[in-house]
């Protein structure tokens, strides 16, 4: 019993500290009494939220009874903070039969928060994630009428009861009552009051908590990639990275290096952290001027403040990448005056954007770009702009649609503007975003004219605009009888036949047909087989109209569906490449389809996904041989997105069909739209290279098969498959400059006989064979060096690596860059060890990747193949019964943390699932059971997490794995794959971290 002086508030967690760790410094004002029962004394401290010690529960067997001098309450708050260690139910606190706060495992894999008092029940809405190993505020509070509970400070569930009260005897921390429930994980700060507390605000009171980063922790900034005075820090960052506000700068310079082709739009993020509060800040782009005098035009360059847009980390939502503070870099506003920054807020990037469709001249521009503030010193920085003796086309080569919803029951445009449907200053603000759509590389939807009108062919012979669904939504058709219970499919006819037909002969005439197609989305959309007689009766009135119509359905694949569907809109989720070659075998087209069901295994346009993976979609598109895409919305504001964190009617949306703010007066952009005309833009490289290829491909002795190879290299370094993108930038932008390099030797009529995906030269080489064939003529330069070639042509180069980490070969002064790669080699075991290597210095960071084949080889009851996506090996059991494999991992020395991942494809409601065990001590340890992973049968990231890998590896040379694969039905396939296989370790070495750029 410890006995301090009587307060209105219980404040749990000091007394604890007091007890166990030693007491706590300032003012004491508590009086309680706290027992324990014996068999739950096995509670640890671990640091706190705010440093300190706080609770740790094994979610076995320990618990903490409090009692309180607090006996009746008609009005209270109890709140406190958590870090759950996995997913597992556990009661938080618990006032026996009267109130209890838990966390909630529901349907296997969706984390929620739940209260009960009363037996009135609150749970949070929709999915959340607290996020393992990270603390996470949860409160509840009832005023006499309203019961609220609350996550982070925000109220996300809330009931209407009256007259009730808590009777406080016992407050049990960490399990339920008699030890019930465990809890795993920590527990932190524990209050009880007698009074209902406000947390407006708390979300913003951890992120400032979290950030401290004032102007006396500066030091910590001051790294070589910094450019920095007294009052702020300035670096450089691709346009596809994502910058938190509490983000450090990187370890290595990012130059301000801007590089593109004509007709090209890229961009470079400035990010400024403020030391100090700045006042009227102004950024500032001198002349660019390349060495012939050419001027880069200032209206070419724009710049826009990233603003950051508020989605909850509490909401699951559709795509699990989330990040804690629910703070995301997205909306794209221009700057036109100077702001303010506040030092308490961290981070804020700029981006700017340089335009060469005026036919900007090829070169490298060199400038200044200035920082200047009212109340700061200005700093100058130099900035590059090369502009490549090469133009991207007009015209896209991507078909597909994107969506502006407004009009005919989508009425966003018009509710948020306060405009009338028809109305000319509503057809204005139509115009704006359709031209942004074009301006991104993007076919909108709907043209923003009738089709009959004279304005009608500015648009559709636009070269930007390459696809063009009829008559939008309407298509034409209509349901004659209201949309009930399975309709007849005579119900579908024509809106207004004859205005159909002129509406093709129009197109026909002015030869724009084969921009055109139907999408009656009104009708029929996302059809299965038992709509197919629906789509047969669509595609026959189009038909009636033109013999050769085709028809779009954003769909699924379903034979059913064959001999209707011209332009397969494959959704993503079951998209699968093999049934998508023969789709086009047939002649008919496959797009791929994005929508609001992706969950966290695919790419998508989600605020909290890695930009990289959206960009990464025009690589995939050319990697699958796709002609086009279609994406449902970029307005979906059933809500404000400047205000509301959830702007669509999906209370988990992750800002799903929303990539477009509304400003004022138009449309405003975002990271992801700029993202996604970077990725087009990517696509268009591939296509200009392809294309000199097949042009040359006779002189090179090439087939229209290698050249395919040769660019799906290409594609696969950036993003092996569709469901594994890594969220690698800077492999975008090495394989971007590749190209582009490639272009232009092509275009001096030099082939290198090098493959496009060898970027990387091996840490310890130091000389390379660089063969290839010059074709405009006998002259050739490498560096310093006039070569030799033969009659042919061709030639041979022995290249002397020199040191550094990015090296690059002058030919006939075009560059060809290399960059240094990972050090590897094989270890006893046969796992493939990866060493970062950073300017010939150990950076700390080993990865094994696990060989499949090897797999297979030490059980033959185990098959190795390609299952659902290409160019992932899996290996796994297809039989009845169980099969296991044994592997080994070195453990490098002072190891400190480690994790192993992989992907597992397998089926838990049809009984197929993969086991993963340790040996430990004789025996073995399961320490994954893929039976309680996802009831469906895709692949999804398995991750097993340094508390349960590290007490097996201390004073150990290595690990003992076993993969365990269970079948019980005979049917489908429990496997793994081997990309993202990769246990990794961070290593300590004499007693000092590594760290730097080598560290992931």
């Known amino acids: 019993m410890f006995c301090m002086k009587r307060s209105e508030k219980v404040c749990l967690s000091l007394l604890v500290a007091v007890l166990l760790f030693g007491g706590i410094g300032g003012n004491c004002a508590w009086a309680e009494e706290i027992t324990f029962e014996s068999r739950f004394t096995d509670t640890v401290g671990i640091p706190g939220y ?6 740790e529960f094994d979610g076995q067997k320990s618990c903490v009874i409090m009692k309180t001098s607090l006996k009746l309450l008609d009005k209270f708050t109890i709140s406190c903070w958590v870090m759950p260690y996995s997913q597992k139910n556990g009661a938080i ?29 609150l749970v949070t809405p929709g999915n959340i994630i607290t996020g393992y190993d990270v603390w996470t505020h949860v409160a509840v509070t ?23 009260t808590l009777a406080l005897e016992k407050v049990c921390l960490g399990a339920g009552h008699n030890g019930r429930a465990s809890f795993f994980g920590g527990i932190d700060e524990p209050v009880i009051s007698k009074d209902v507390s406000d947390f407006t605000g708390l979300l913003e009171k951890i992120f400032t908590q979290k950030m401290n980063l004032h102007k006396s922790n500066a030091s910590a900034f001051a790294t070589g990639a910094c450019h920095k005075n007294d009052h702020y820090l300035v670096w450089a960052a691709g346009p596809t990275e994502m910058i938190a506000r509490d983000m450090a ?33 102004e950024i500032k782009i001198s002349a660019l001027q390349n060495e012939r005098g050419d001027i880069f035009p200032a209206s070419n360059i724009t710049l826009h403040k990233i603003e950051y847009i508020y989605n909850p980390p509490e909401l699951f939502g559709t795509g699990c990448r989330r990040k804690k503070d629910g703070f995301y870099p997205d909306a794209l506003p221009i700057v036109n005056n100077p702001c303010n920054l506040q030092s308490s ?36 920085i130099p900035l590059d702009v090369t502009v490549w003796d090469f133009a991207l086309t007009r015209e896209s080569h991507l078909r597909g649609e994107f969506n502006i919803l407004y009009g005919r029951g989508w009425r966003f445009l018009e509710k948020h503007y306060g405009l009338e449907w028809g109305s000319k200053e509503l057809t204005t603000i139509y115009k704006k975003y359709y031209q942004m759509l074009l301006d991104h590389r993007l076919n909108p939807k709907e043209i923003p004219v009738d089709l009959f009108s004279g304005e009608a062919d500015d648009y ?23 949309k009930g219970a399975f309709p007849a499919e005579e119900s579908i006819d024509y809106v207004d036949k004859s205005r159909l037909e002129r509406a093709v002969s129009l197109l026909k005439q002015k030869g724009l047909w084969y921009k055109s197609y139907f999408c009656p989305q009104n009708i029929i959309d996302e059809a299965g087989a038992a709509e197919a007689h629906y789509v047969h009766r669509v595609k026959k009135l189009y038909t009636d109209i033109a013999a050769d119509a085709r028809l779009a359905l954003a769909c699924n694949y379903h034979p059913e569906l064959e001999g209707a569907v011209d332009i397969w809109m494959l959704h993503c989720l079951k998209f699968n490449p093999f049934q998508a070659k023969m789709l086009q075998a047939k002649g008919d087209e496959v797009y791929l389809y994005l929508a609001d069901s992706m969950g966290g295994r695919y790419p998508n346009y989600y605020l909290s996904f890695p930009r990289s993976e959206t960009r990464a979609m025009g690589w995939l598109y050319r990697l699958y041989d796709l002609q086009g895409y279609e994406y449902y919305s970029v307005n979906l504001w059933y809500k404000n997105p400047w205000q509301k964190a959830m702007p669509s009617n999906n209370e988990d949306d992750n800002f799903q069909g929303v990539l477009i703010y509304p400003g004022p007066d138009g449309p405003v952009s975002s990271l992801r739209l700029e993202a996604i005309r970077d990725g087009m833009e990517d696509y268009e490289y591939l296509w200009q290279l392809e294309k000199r290829l097949r042009s040359l491909s006779r002189e090179l002795n090439l087939s229209d098969e290698d050249i395919d190879k040769m660019i799906k290299r290409c594609c696969e370094f950036v993003a092996p498959a569709l469901n594994r993108v890594p969220n690698e930038p800077g492999a975008i932008y090495k394989m971007r400059r590749r190209l582009a390099e490639e272009i232009l030797l092509l275009e001096r009529g030099i082939w290198l006989d090098v493959p496009f995906d060898k970027i990387f030269i091996g840490n310890d080489e130091k000389n390379i064979r660089i063969k290839g064939k010059v074709l405009s003529g006998k002259f050739l330069q490498i560096n310093d060096q006039k070569i030799r070639t033969a009659e042919d042509g061709t030639f041979v ?91 080994q991992i070195a453990i490098p020395q002072g190891i400190k943390t480690c994790q192993i991942s992989f992907s597992s494809l397998q089926g838990a409601n049809s009984g197929n699932y993969v086991n993963v065990y340790v040996g430990s001590a004789g025996s073995w340890k399961r320490i994954y059971e893929g039976k309680s992973g996802y009831s469906d049968c895709r692949l999804y990231d398995v991750t097993i997490s340094t508390r349960d890998l590290l007490p097996h590896c201390a004073a150990k040379e290595s690990l003992l794995l076993r993969l365990e694969f269970v079948n019980t039905a005979g049917r489908g396939f429990a496997g793994i794959s081997s990309h993202s296989c990769k246990p990794f370790f961070e290593a300590v070495y004499n007693g000092v971290e590594m760290s730097g750029p080598g560290k992931r």
């Open 249 to 281: 700068p990187p370890a290595l310079s990012n130059k301000t290096r801007v590089e593109m082709a004509q007709n090209e739009v890229e961009s470079l993020q400035i990010v400024l952290h403020p030391l100090q509060d700045l006042d009227n800040v």
């Open 345 to 380: 807020t961290g981070n804020q990037p700029f981006l700017i954007s340089f335009f060469t469709f005026d036919g900007v001249a090829p070169g490298k521009y060199s400038g200044r770009l200035l920082i200047e503030s009212a109340n700061a010193l200005t700093m100058t």
């Open 797 to 887: 180069f022995e290249w002397h690596i020199p040191q550094g980490n990015e090296t690059a070969i002058m030919i006939n002064n075009d560059i060809l860059t290399f960059y240094r790669e990972k050090k590897r080699t094989n270890d006893k075991y046969g796992w493939a060890e990866t060493t970062d290597v950073v300017d010939g210095i150990l950076a700390g960071q080993y990865d094994f990747n696990l060989d499949m084949a090897r797999v297979a080889k030490k059980n033959p009851a185990l098959d190795l193949m390609n299952y659902v996506m290409p160019n992932i090996p899996m290996v796994g059991l297809m039989k009845k019964g169980k099969a296991s494999v044994d592997f």
């Open 93 to 121: 606190l618990e006032v026996p039969e009267k109130l209890g706060i838990y966390l909630d495992i529901y349907n296997t894999r969706w984390v929620r928060f739940k209260a009960n008092f009363n037996g009135h029940v």
């Open 460 to 482: 559709l012979c636009d070269p930007r605009l390459n696809s063009h669904p009829v008559f939008e939504y309407s298509g034409g058709l209509r349901w004659t009888k209201r």
């Open 50 to 55: 705010q440093g300190g010690q706080a609770w």
């Open 142 to 164: 009832y005023d006499g009428r309203q019961l609220r509970l609350f996550v982070n400070g925000m109220p996300l569930a809330e009931k209407t009861i009256t007259g009730q």
